[in-house]
């Protein structure tokens, strides 16, 4: 990024994605629902950066970006106002019905509430609401709490970058963006983000209702098919993205070793379709499972999921709105890493400030 861009005051805004270890970046400018990619690019940092979410070593994260900046761009990145992205694995989330009351009223409701299921004192934390529907005299809110430190840190991050922070998104918040931006269905979905050491679960119903995380990603399953075939992770890591769990010679020897795995996944996407199916007190059901994120691109995952679960399961092909122009796309095996880069910085102006205690 040049001094021009970095500190040219404009409207625009990129994505930056900070995960664990690595770093995903894009812009995007949109027309209507005409969306060109201008720019984007991804690198890696040492992982030990990063604890419970929080940022505790700036300067390496910092140094990674400015190299991606410098080196590892495709296109060009021409705002220096970004939407920062914050593990879902380190929000707490919940749906909480409230009777129609004042503004000091609700926020005193809502800070009540948080007490009894965050085990973090309010001092501690940044928390949020929107409204999801109303029914009478009652309104369901989706309350939000995140720690301090996992928003100060990317705010310090920033400053020490020279960017003017305008919004910070969960992971499972930007994802959910991209869903929407593929997929005209109005019928509930249980949504899997596939991070690298995590998988953010979500219900879609008309807004983000009940999130979940789970602490097995993309990493585990290359951990797993090292072990079960006894090769180098690089080897496991080649042998997942090309072979997974289709069709193969070692198909069932590789799915035999995936299975305790991914059993860890299905019993919390049962738990969280549970939840939501009894709270929402609805006749509807969840109608298919729409999984993204880098470790989503594994053969035979779809599938698996649809015969375990018994409902309809895909990966999300938010692609199909987005346009790279003259630039060269990621590849198949990298475009689901860039959704939540992507889903920030198609952010809404509207979305950019927070309205809560934070």
């Known amino acids: ?3 021009e861009t970095l500190f040219y005051k404009d409207k625009p805004i990129f994505g930056l994605d900070v ?45 990674a970006i400015q190299s991606l900046f410098k080196e590892k761009l495709t296109g060009d990145i021409t705002t220096h106002r970004v939407v920062m992205s914050i593990p879902a694995a380190h929000v707490f989330n919940r749906t909480v019905k409230l009777p129609n009351l004042s503004t000091k ?25 929107t409204k999801l529907r109303t029914a009478g005299s009652e309104s369901e809110y989706l309350v939000v709490a995140t720690p301090r430190k996992v928003v100060d840190r990317r705010v310090d991050l920033a400053k020490v970058l020279g960017l003017e922070l305008v919004g910070i998104q969960t ?11 593929s997929d005209a269905s109005t019928n509930p979905t249980a949504l899997i983000d596939f991070g690298s050491t995590s ?29 079960t075939l006894s090769v180098t992770k690089e080897e496991a890591h080649i042998i997942k993205t090309k072979y997974g769990l289709g069709v193969s010679k070692k198909q069932k020897q590789i799915t035999d070793g995936l299975v305790p795995t991914l059993q860890m996944i299905i019993k919390e996407v049962k738990r969280t379709i549970r939840y939501y199916e009894e709270r929402s007190g609805s006749e509807q059901k969840v109608l298919q499972i729409v999984t993204m994120g880098g470790g989503a691109n594994m053969p035979g995952l779809s599938d698996y999921l649809t015969n375990t679960l018994r409902i309809p399961t895909r990966t999300c092909d938010p692609w199909q709105n987005l346009e790279f122009s003259r630039l060269q796309p990621p590849n198949n095996t990298e475009k689901t890493m860039y959704v939540t880069a992507a889903g920030l910085a ?13």
């Open 171 to 181: 992971t499972i918040d930007a994802s959910g963006r991209m869903f929407l931006q």
């Open 346 to 358: 198609l952010t809404p102006a509207k979305a950019l400030f927070s309205r809560g205690s934070a």
């Open 19 to 63: 995960g664990y270890g690595s770093i995903k970046v894009m812009q995007i400018t949109s027309n209507g629902h005409h969306h060109n990619v201008i720019g984007y690019g991804a690198a890696n940092f040492d992982a030990s950066c990063i604890k419970d979410g929080i940022i505790t070593d700036i300067e390496p994260v910092a140094k």
């Open 199 to 227: 998988s953010d679960l979500t219900i879609y119903d008309q807004g983000l209702i009940v999130t979940g995380t789970v602490p097995v990603g993309g990493d585990a399953f290359t951990d797993r098919i090292a072990q």
């Open 105 to 129: 009223e609700l926020e005193e409701a809502i800070n009540s509430e948080v007490e009894r299921y965050v085990p973090i004192p309010n001092a501690d934390l940044y928390t949020d609401y």
């Open 1 to 3: 990024m040049s001094k």
